[in-house]
């Protein structure tokens, strides 16, 4: 076959010396050297390698072998494309856990369960907590494919994703759509499949009076124009250069058009000026159908209602998105920090639900990280007006009996700004961590008595959570004037709230299966006071019982018909997605 393999990354020039001189010695001992060739192993399911060589050819030889990031560090290999290679696994091992790293390699997610087949153990990783630990990949530890795609096309034009769906549609192979592998659930990976890596879309452009086409001309809006891998962070950068604000997710690794636009999309000013999908113009988009289709208020606006909201890697794959870019502000932020026992972080939490009411209406919103941390933000107060409000946190806050409490109030003179002060570094990359979330309306925090026992049931939730996090970012005061796909919940609640687990490279299935239960069964207290509630999809439980209510409410029977329209063949698949074909699916052979 001509397919190619990329490497991970370019050699360095040393490595341990040892590590080699341990693997000759094993491979003396067991009678071999050299790791079986991967070609001979990789998926196959029928299709030739004629059939392989064509679409190879079709998209100008950019179809590759997916070898898992760790790859290099291992000797013995089942199935795999790539080789073992010392000085390559130096430099994965330097920045295993580097987000900006994870990003440019297909095989890489920032969550490592999904570059594994969860069921079974099949995996190729490294010791997150010491990626210079030799023993996570020396023999008899081998390296095996998991849930990464077999083989990815490194889109650079829609023909590129009309020849997939083509190639899906004679074959019957299954696909996924990835980005930068940021991801909760699992939509973007996905066993014995044909990968559609879309990372390498990255132009951008401002528009100060954008019209969506075929829209009557009329006065437009300022806008950025964006493909699809490109991250939220350069578009914070791209934003600011042009004299406007352009507001995102907490993390370096977030592609803006993405499973977080189409997800829903939240910020820290979200409460002010709406989610990512309030903001969005016009979409760009491949449908599985072969059709590339402009999707705004004009147009196939069944498609654009889709998009907005109805989840990512289900209606197409988006190739450009244009949004509305906000006028350029200041944030008056709120920093407070203190040592959250789990004594304290009962205190911290009841203090913010009897005051989350009226800092939502005030205009803040933001992070409350109840072991550690308080970050929050308002775009439309002052300094004065904001020291105000926060006067009685201050004072909360002089009152623990911790000594390293600090606050501090300052304004901060753009959203970029904001985001590299606080929240750049604030999401790990490169472990293996599992969430659940539930959206919390308005009512819980009506009364004494309802606050009373939404404190109760958030201790439940975070008090073996390995990362809890009260997220202040429902769009509470924005004034919704556009329809969009995502639940209604969203419209109102006040937090959205998440709790975490996790595991190191080489916890037991048993384990595993017992954390994912472990965290629905705690969400449950929160379902429980919450219902008829949702949670939010990007960043909920894998678990979530009846996701279709959860996830998009009254819109899911309106969503299935728009799936059925543009992927009448079913080409695009993912887990707990619109009209999904279900658990037993193969596909999803790797969930737990």
């Known amino acids: 076959m001509t397919i190619s393999y990329r490497p991970t990354a370019p050699p360095s020039a040393c490595f341990m010396t040892y590590l080699l001189m341990q693997y000759t010695l094993f491979a003396a001992i067991c009678g071999f050297f050299s790791p079986v060739a991967a070609s001979s192993v990789l998926l196959r399911g029928g299709i030739t390698d004629s059939q392989w060589n064509e679409l190879n050819s079709t998209v100008n030889g950019r179809l590759f072998y997916a070898s898992p990031l760790a790859r290099p560090c291992y000797f013995l290999a089942q199935g795999v494309a790539g080789d073992f290679n010392t000085a390559t696994c130096e430099s994965v091992m330097d920045n295993y856990t580097n987000r900006d790293y994870r990003v440019n390699v297909f095989a890489a997610y920032m969550n490592t369960e999904w570059e594994t087949c969860q069921s079974t153990s099949s995996q190729c990783l490294l010791n997150d907590a010491d990626p210079q630990d030799t023993l996570a990949f020396s023999p008899p530890s081998v390296c095996e494919q998991g849930s990464i795609s077999s083989y990815y096309i490194d889109v650079r034009s829609p023909s590129d994703v009309q020849s997939a769906f083509s190639f899906a549609r004679i074959t019957g192979i299954n696909l996924a759509i990835k980005s930068t592998g940021h991801d909760y659930i699992g939509r973007s990976s996905a066993p014995d499949s044909l990968g559609i890596w879309i990372h390498n879309l990255q132009s951008l452009a401002y528009d100060a009076d954008f019209v969506p086409s075929a829209c009557p001309p009329s006065s437009g809006d300022p806008a950025i124009t964006f493909e699809s891998g490109v991250l939220q962070e350069r578009l914070f950068e791209f934003a600011e250069a042009n004299h406007v604000t352009f507001p995102g997710g907490s993390s370096t690794s977030i592609a803006a058009a993405g499973g977080y636009l189409q997800g829903g999309g939240h910020s820290a000013i979200s409460n002010v000026f709406g989610l990512a999908v309030d903001r969005v113009l016009q979409a760009k988009v ?273 969503l299935v018909a728009i799936k059925r329209k543009y992927d009448p063949d079913h080409l695009l698949d993912c887990w707990h997605c619109v009209d999904w074909k279900g658990a037993k699916d193969p596909k999803y052979k790797c969930y737990i």
């Not at 919103?365 to 308080?374: C, N, T």
């Not at 002052?382 to 390293?404: C, P, V």
């Open 286 to 558: 491949v449908t599985p159908r072969g059709d590339y289709l402009t999707a705004n208020r004009c147009q196939n606006t069944d498609l654009f209602f889709a998009l907005r909201g109805g989840g990512g890697s289900t209606f197409g794959v988006v190739m450009e998105v244009t949004m509305k870019a906000l006028p350029r502000i200041t944030l008056t932020t709120a920093v407070a920090t203190f040592n959250g026992t789990d004594e304290r972080m009962e205190s911290i939490l009841q203090f913010m639900i009897s005051h989350s009411l009226f800092y939502a209406q005030r205009g803040w919103g933001g992070y409350v990280l109840p072991r550690q941390s308080i970050i929050f933000t308002n775009p439309i107060l002052g300094i004065k007006e904001a020291a105000d409000d926060m006067a009685e946190l201050q004072a909360f806050l002089d009152s623990l009996a911790d000594s390293t409490s600090t606050f501090s109030l300052t304004v901060i003179p753009s959203f970029l700004s904001f985001f590299n002060e606080f929240l750049a570094s604030s999401v790990p990359v490169g472990v293996p961590s599992i969430t659940s979330s539930r959206l919390i309306p308005v009512d819980n925090f009506a009364t004494n008595t309802e606050r009373g026992k939404l404190l109760d049931a958030l201790m439940e939730v975070f008090r073996d959570s390995s990362f809890p996090i009260v997220f202040a970012v429902a769009p509470f005061l924005y004034n919704q004037t556009e329809e969009t796909s995502v639940t209604d919940a969203w419209r109102r609640s006040l937090w959205h709230i998440t709790s975490s687990a996790s595991w190191s490279f080489n916890t037991t299935t048993d384990t595993k299966i017992r954390a994912y239960q472990g965290l629905t069964k705690k969400m449950d207290t929160l379902r429980d006071i919450t219902p008829g509630s949702g949670a939010y999809q990007n960043e909920a439980d894998i678990h979530e019982p009846n996701f279709e209510a959860s996830f998009w409410g009254n819109n899911y029977e309106r």
